[in-house]
Each structure stands twice: as C-alpha cells, then as structure tokens.
C-alpha cells in the first residue's frame, strides 16, 4: 500500500504537507527526540520538500508504546514505514542517534534496490567507532545529569520535573539502543555522506567524524560547525544550507528513490 503524500501516520509526521514536491527529506530525532524537534527544519525546506519528520514509540502522543531499546529494531520498524511511501530522490538527515538510525535505514533499503541519495550523518562519530558509554544504567539523576551535560533537551524541559520524569522511559530506552549499538566495520552505502560535526562536541571528535568516509562509496563531504553536541540549534541557518546543497543534488536526474 502507497500513502498520499500529504498523509501523516504514527510514525511519520508532515508539518508542511503539500502535493508535487519533486524530493523528500526524511528526518531523524536523536536519543530522547521526538518529531517536533526538526518542525523548523520543516519549515526551511517544506515549500520545496517532502519533509517526513519521524517519531518514535513511547514519546508524546506515543507514549504509552513501548520502546524500541536497539537500532536494528528501531531501523527495521522504520524500513517498514518508508515502503508505503511513494518513490521519489530522497535524502535522510540525522542527529546524533538519528545518524545510526539513518544510516541503518539506508542499508536495508539498499538491500532490496532501493535507498536515499544522501545521508546527512550530524554530531555522531562513524558506526565502526566504538566508546564504552553506560549513560543508559544509571539512575534517573545520572541520566539527568548527562541531559545537562549535552544541553540537548527541549528548551525548557530540564526545568519541569515532571514532563522530565515521564519522558526519562523514552530518554533511557533511546540511550540503551545507541550505547548497544555496534556497527559492522565494512557496511558501505551506495549514497553519499555529508558528515556535520560539532568542533567541541564531547561524543565525536575530528577523526570519529571522518571515519564516516569508509562507509561510502559515493560522495562524501564533512563540515565543522562552532558549538558542541548541539549546535544545530545555534548554526540552524548554516545547517540548513547543507541540507538544501544535498537536496538540490537529489533532484537532479539519474538519481535513486526509496522503495
């Protein structure tokens, strides 16, 4: 079954639906993220763009579904959804998780054939490097404590314990899948990676970001932002900027759609 290109589902929300766009951008949170934290991304590239932000399980409207706790189920799941869609040049954009999920996400789709133009990998070192990070263990102030470290949270979340506290499952859940995660060191893709990065972001540094090299055989691009783990937030216009050059790439012809 093929969806309407203005639908939104579960897992795959449109904040600026509209028929005839010639490309699609897929979106994916990070650890803790929901859907509507790329809304202003949507907005940047939604009148030119299929912008299809995803939401995972167990967080807002969906938080009474379970969790996912690994990436291959997380990325299995979302493989799943992308079929409905309808072909068109594509290309993935993730941030920290949302990377790996990407990442695995094109690797499935390029099994059957199909797959993105582009993976835009941001703030996350190459799926063949490995730390031995245990934030998922620790107790509820622990994981706090890491949130604060990152200042990655929506803005005014660290404030409010409660919101904090029922959204500490799906925080923890997201934790547990990418600090399990190990990456098979000669996975390729077919597509491109642009690779963005944080100059002081604690989780990846100047070689972890360009490791994302070995695991393409197309193009590959890399650009250093000023700020840490976060600085989307801050560099949004020069972020977005990056992500149009791939998508003007994708409309260009010859290029291969995700089925």
Same mark, same amino acid.
């Given at each position: 079954?093929?969806? @309407?290109?203005?639908?939104?589902?579960?897992?795959?929300?449109?904040?600026?639906?509209?028929?005839?766009?010639?490309?699609? /951008?897929?979106?994916?949170?990070?650890?803790?993220?929901?859907?509507?934290?790329?809304?202003?991304?949507?907005? #940047?590239?939604?009148?030119?763009?299929?912008?299809?932000?995803?939401?995972?399980?167990?967080?807002?409207?969906?938080?009474?579904?379970?969790?996912?706790?690994?990436?291959? @189920?997380?990325?299995?799941?979302?493989? @799943?959804? /992308?079929?409905?869609?309808?072909?068109?040049?594509?290309? !993935?954009?993730?941030?920290?998780?949302? *990377?790996?999920?990407?990442?695995?996400?094109?690797?499935?789709?390029?099994?059957?054939?199909?797959?993105?133009?582009?993976?835009?990998?941001?703030?996350?070192?190459?799926?063949?490097?490995?730390?031995?990070?245990?934030?998922?263990?620790?107790?509820?102030?622990?994981?706090? #404590?890491?949130?604060?470290?990152?200042?990655?949270?929506?803005?005014?979340?660290?404030?409010?314990?409660?919101?904090?506290?029922?959204?500490?499952?799906?925080?923890?859940?997201?934790?547990? #899948?990418?600090?399990?995660?190990?990456?098979?060191?000669?996975?390729? /893709?077919?597509?491109?990676?642009?690779? /963005?990065?944080?100059? *002081?972001?604690?989780?990846?540094?100047?070689?972890?970001?360009?490791?994302?090299?070995?695991?393409?055989?197309?193009? !590959?691009?890399?650009?250093?932002?000023?700020?840490?783990?976060?600085?989307?937030?801050?560099?949004?216009?020069?972020?977005?900027?990056?992500?149009? *050059?791939?998508? *003007?790439?994708?409309?260009?012809?010859?290029?291969?759609?995700?089925?």
């Amino acid at each position: 079954m093929t969806i @309407a290109d203005d639908a939104t589902t579960p897992w795959m929300r449109r904040y600026h639906p509209g028929p005839g766009r010639a490309v699609r /951008l897929v979106c994916f949170p990070h650890a803790g993220g929901s859907a509507s934290f790329y809304h202003p991304v949507s907005a #940047a590239h939604g009148a030119g763009a299929d912008v299809i932000c995803l939401q995972y399980p167990g967080r807002q409207d969906r938080r009474r579904e379970p969790c996912h706790t690994s990436v291959a @189920a997380l990325a299995d799941a979302i493989v @799943a959804e /992308l079929r409905t869609l309808g072909e068109k040049p594509t290309v !993935f954009f993730g941030h920290s998780m949302g *990377a790996i999920l990407a990442f695995e996400t094109a690797l499935r789709l390029e099994r059957d054939g199909g797959g993105p133009r582009t993976v835009i990998a941001s703030g996350r070192r190459a799926p063949s490097t490995a730390r031995a990070e245990t934030v998922h263990d620790r107790d509820d102030d622990g994981v706090i #404590a890491e949130l604060k470290r990152l200042n990655g949270t929506v803005p005014g979340l660290l404030g409010d314990d409660e919101i904090l506290r029922m959204a500490l499952p799906a925080i923890r859940a997201d934790y547990e #899948a990418i600090e399990t995660y190990r990456g098979l060191p000669g996975a390729r /893709l077919r597509a491109g990676i642009t690779v /963005l990065t944080g100059y *002081a972001d604690p989780l990846t540094t100047a070689d972890e970001a360009a490791a994302w090299e070995r695991h393409t055989e197309g193009p !590959f691009r890399l650009t250093g932002f000023p700020g840490g783990h976060f600085f989307i937030a801050a560099q949004q216009h020069a972020v977005n900027a990056e992500i149009a *050059a791939d998508l *003007a790439a994708a409309r260009r012809p010859g290029v291969e759609a995700v089925r």
